[in-house]
C-alpha cells in the first residue's frame, strides 16, 4: 500500500498525519482551525463501514499512534477528537511543574483551561515510541531535549516551552520526513553542537526530503545547522492565513527544490496555497530504493 502525508491547514496550528503502508494512521500533534477538526477528518478517511457506524455496530476508527510535540494550546487544540477513542501509542513531553508554569505564562487564558483539561485527560499505559514494533514499512523516530535542558538555555517562558519540543523523522519507501516542533535557534544549535548526544542529533536530523519548518517557519526556529545538515529538498509549513513571518532562508539555494506539476518549489506554506498539503508515495519499483511522490497541494 502507498504512504501518506499530510500537514493540515488549521490556520495557525499545526496538525500532521501519516497513512502508514499497513493502513494505521499517526497524528503528530492535534491543532484544529474553527472549522475544521484534522483528527475527525483521518477518522473520516479510515473508516471501513460508515453506515456501521452509523447504526453503532462498529466503534469510531482509532488512532494507531499520536504525538503532542508541546503543551502549547495551537498544537493540542483537537486533543478532545483524539482521545475518544484513544490512539494506542501516545508521546508527549514529559514535563514537570516548572514547565507547566512556563506553559501558563506563555498562554492565553482560553488556552490555559484547554491545556489543563488536556493534563488532566492523560492516562497511564501508553506504551512508548520506542516500543511500537510494526509501522506496517515506514520507520518512526523520535527525540527532544529533556525540559531541564530546555530550560537551562534560558530565553522566555514561550521559548523554554517551545524548545523541548519533540522532533519526529519518518523514513518510509526512500523519503524522509523531519516535523520539528517548535524547537527554537539555540535549542537547535545546543542539540547538534553538545558532547554528550550532538552526533545522535546530526544523524538525527540528515538527509532529509521534507522538512516541516520549525516555530511555524519563524525565524525564531531558523537553525543554520540543522539546515546544512537536513539539505531538504523542500520545507513545508503550518502557518496563518495572515502570517507575514515565514523566514526567507526557507526558500534559498540550500534547500533544492521540487518540480511539483509544472512549478518549482523550495517552500510550500498552507498560507501560500491556501489549504490542505498532502503527498502519497508509491511502493518502489523492483530493483529501486524510492518510491514515486504524488503531490495534492
Not at 496538525?15 to 475544521?36: E, R, V
Not at 499505559?125 to 530546555?150: H, S, W
Not at 545547522?225 to 523566514?247: E, I
Request: contains cysteine.
Amino acid at each position: 500500500m502507498s504512504f501518506d502525508f499530510y500537514l493540515f491547514d488549521v490556520n495557525g496550528g499545526q496538525c500532521a498525519a501519516t497513512k502508514l503502508p499497513n493502513g494505521k494512521w499517526c497524528i503528530f500533534d492535534a491543532g484544529k482551525s474553527a472549522d475544521f477538526s484534522p483528527v475527525l477528518h483521518v477518522r473520516g478517511l479510515a473508516w471501513t463501514n460508515p453506515l456501521a457506524l452509523l447504526a453503532g455496530l462498529e466503534q469510531p476508527p482509532g488512532l494507531y499512534k499520536a504525538t503532542i510535540s508541546h503543551l502549547h494550546g495551537d498544537h493540542l487544540a483537537d486533543w478532545v477528537n483524539l482521545f475518544n477513542p484513544l490512539p494506542s501509542y501516545f508521546r508527549t513531553v514529559n514535563y514537570d511543574s516548572e514547565y507547566l508554569r512556563d506553559v501558563v505564562t506563555s498562554s492565553s487564558p482560553d488556552s490555559i483551561s484547554l491545556i489543563t483539561r488536556f493534563c488532566q485527560s492523560l492516562q497511564t499505559g501508553f506504551g512508548a515510541t520506542t516500543l511500537i514494533t510494526d509501522y506496517g514499512g515506514a520507520n518512526v523516530r523520535e527525540m527532544g531535549l529533556p525540559v531541564t535542558v530546555a530550560r537551562a538555555l534560558g530565553g522566555s517562558a514561550n521559548s523554554r516551552v517551545n524548545n523541548a519540543s519533540i522532533v519526529s523523522r519518518i523514513d518510509c519507501y526512500g523519503t524522509s520526513i523531519l516535523i520539528c516542533g517548535d524547537m527554537e535557534t539555540e535549542a537547535w544549535d545546543f542539540a547538534l553542537t553538545n558532547s554528550v548526544d550532538g552526533a545522535v542529533w546530526s544523524q538525527f536530523v540528515s538527509h532529509i526530503d521534507i522538512l516541516v519548518a520549525p516555530h511555524h517557519g519563524h525565524a525564531s526556529g531558523y537553525s543554520t545547522k540543522l539546515m546544512r545538515l537536513a539539505s531538504p529538498k523542500t520545507v513545508l509549513s503550518s502557518v496563518a492565513s495572515r502570517d507575514p513571518s515565514v523566514d526567507s532562508r526557507y526558500s534559498i539555494d540550500s534547500v533544492s527544490g521540487l518540480k511539483i506539476g509544472d512549478k518549482f518549489y523550495r517552500s510550500i506554506t498552507t498560507r501560500s496555497i491556501g489549504g490542505h498539503i498532502s503527498f502519497s508515495i508509491s511502493p518502489p519499483a523492483p530493483g529501486s530504493a524510492k518510491g514515486t511522490r504524488t503531490w495534492s497541494i
